[in-house]
């Protein structure tokens, strides 16, 4: 009787706490995302009345050339800015691993353009990226290569993105280290002492171990990269020519330019949808994959 | 991509070891000849843009670049005061940035704690819901929360931004709940055998013990408030509310020629997550290590 009693306080005790999470959660997240639901399924600008049509938004949204841009641009953006983001901030990190005098100097200024983000990132890019006057082509013109249109190129803008994107790869490298650092030495000494070399074991201790390190990053950088949206707001709004038109600028102009709520509701459910199948199918892989033992 | 050849160091004998001496020298050079290079070039932007922003028009346009100017014009920073009201948008980031950085620790450590050091029914379900709506993009809520807080009146108001951040927000809760639960539950016991309640303990014990793990999450969130750029983008209308990513957004479409403006609110912009960066870096590589990136 005691007992139980005693443990209906705890729960109580305990769902109070949570409390502010849960009422958070109904109110910012469930019940919005109930509501934009509802919303696909109409016609409605935020004022006049709405008018209830159906699966007409998806239908049209199927047909949409503007939509299957967006979401080309920003699929081919996150899979080239992922697999970039690994390998670099994983060779990075491994490099940064040794034992070496300075490794303190190159981890601050590897991690520093990670802490910045947003407009004033994006507004200084602009300039580097600059055909005539920008710092990167003068650069590069030293290994005699001729000028980029960069962000007013068709071809170069999107690549350009992914740059900018890729000089904050620093946060990566520091997860990536802080799970290096947690690989018991042993394994190494252990593997050493069996003759097995550098390849050998970056490949059979480091990588398994570093597996949950891999798919967190891998997670965490698709959800962001999906809703990449300030960047591109800032530097190319979208162009040239529906270059960087990625899915969050074409909510954004349904939205708050054409005042299409309807229409932007059906498309930000279905970037729900991609979000969530994708992470979940990551994650699936990932069950095989990882090996979570000695970690 | 040498990994940890060089741990061992208490090699006995003297052949062995000078061997090892200089394999560990060679892998120091190749070190150095890869982290080098790559810092300068981390590095380039940041310089690019303290550069320009001291430079005068005549030199901005020049081809192939003068980095030094030939007349320091610090008056460059000046002007960007004169031409829209930089200090206001400081002042306004600052308080949407403490704000919300507070709201944030709130939320997050109780939701934390409940998770954390009490048993109820449904609890895993409940963490699991938790950590899924960090897949909600936040394009799905924005149409719903937008009306909503529109019907509440609070447009052109920060109440949209900030009210949110007192709910608890699922990454950082999970980052607290991780630390806690490395916390021994001895101190706490003991605490309640003197008679003190859940509430206190936590206040008086948890917290005081987790500031570590606090610190991280306030300079996490720091970063994100202060980079903030969608939400004010879309709730707020009057530029004497504008924070400085808003702000430097309208100036860039007002001046986009005049980069040496530009380049100089970007660094104005820029400088404070700069600075708490150099005052807090321990707390960076703990954060990481708390996320439970090992699994």
Same mark, same amino acid.
């Given at each position: 009787m005691f007992n139980s009693d005693l443990l209906r306080r705890e729960a109580i005790q305990g769902y109070l706490f949570i409390l502010p999470w849960f009422v958070g959660f109904v109110v910012f997240t469930a019940g919005p995302l109930t509501a934009a639901l509802g919303f696909s399924f109409t016609d409605w600008n935020g004022v006049s009345a709405l008018e209830w049509i159906g699966f007409e938004n998806y239908i049209q949204l199927s047909q949409d050339s503007r939509f299957w841009q967006s979401l080309k641009v920003t699929l081919v953006f996150t899979f080239f800015y992922l697999i970039l983001n690994l390998i670099i901030g994983f060779a990075l990190a491994l490099v940064m691993n040794q034992p070496a005098p300075g490794m303190r100097l190159f981890r601050t200024i590897y991690y520093l353009p990670a802490v910045l983000s947003g407009v004033a990132v994006a507004v200084l890019w602009s300039f580097l990226f600059h055909?005539?006057?920008?710092?990167l082509n003068w650069l590069l013109g030293f290994i005699g290569i001729k000028r980029i249109g960069w962000i007013v190129s068709e071809s170069w803008a999107l690549p350009s993105i992914i740059i900018m994107e890729l000089w904050r790869v620093g946060s990566t490298i520091i997860i990536f280290l802080a799970g290096l650092q947690g690989i018991p030495p042993e394994l190494y000494e252990a593997a050493e002492v069996d003759g097995a070399n550098r390849r050998w074991r970056l490949w059979s201790i480091t990588i398994p171990l570093m597996s949950p390190t891999i798919f967190f990053v891998l997670i965490v950088g698709f959800i962001n990269s999906m809703q990449v949206f300030t960047q591109a707001y800032i530097m190319t709004r979208g162009g040239p020519n529906y270059a960087t038109f990625f899915y969050s600028i074409n909510l954004y102009q349904t939205t708050f330019r054409e005042l299409r709520l309807g229409y932007a509701s059906a498309q930000a459910g279905v970037l729900f949808v991609i979000i969530f199948i994708i992470t979940l199918c990551i994650l699936w892989v990932s069950r095989y994959r990882v090996n979570y033992e000695l970690v | 991509m040498a990994t940890a050849t060089a741990s061992a160091t208490s090699a006995g004998q003297g052949g062995f070891w000078s061997r090892r001496r200089k394999l560990r020298l060679q892998n120091h050079l190749l070190t150095y000849l890869v982290l080098i290079p790559g810092a300068l070039l981390f590095l380039y932007p940041l310089l690019w843009m303290l550069s320009t922003s001291v430079k005068p028009k005549d030199q901005i346009f020049t081809y192939p670049i003068e980095w030094i100017p030939h007349t320091w014009m610090w008056s460059n920073y000046g002007e960007v005061f004169n031409q829209v009201p930089f200090w206001t948008y400081t002042v306004n980031t600052a308080i949407i940035t403490v704000i919300g950085v507070v709201g944030t620790l709130f939320g997050s450590s109780l939701a934390a704690y409940g998770f954390a050091r009490f048993r109820f029914p449904g609890k895993d379900a409940l963490f699991v819901l938790m950590l899924s709506t960090m897949m909600v993009p936040i394009w799905v809520t924005l149409i719903p929360s937008f009306l909503m807080f529109r019907w509440f009146g609070w447009l052109n108001s920060y109440l949209p931004i900030l009210?949110? =951040? #007192? #709910? =608890?927000?699922p990454f950082y809760t999970f980052l607290l709940r991780q630390f806690f639960m490395t916390v021994p539950i001895d101190l706490e016991d003991a605490a309640r055998i003197d008679g003190a309640n859940r509430l206190q303990i936590f206040l008086n014990i948890m917290l005081p013990l987790s500031r570590p793990a606090l610190a991280t999450v306030a300079i996490f969130a720091f970063f994100f408030y202060w980079n903030e750029f969608l939400l004010p983008l879309i709730y707020i209308q009057d530029q004497t509310k504008f924070p400085i990513s808003v702000g430097i957004s309208a100036f860039v479409s007002e001046y986009r020629s005049d980069f040496a403006l530009m380049m100089a609110a970007s660094a104005m912009a820029l400088a404070p997550p700069m600075i708490v960066f150099f005052l807090a870096q321990r707390y960076f590589i703990q954060g990481f290590v708390l996320s439970g990136v090992k699994g």
């Open positions: 055909r005539e006057f920008g710092a | 009210v949110p =951040a #007192f #709910f =608890a927000q």
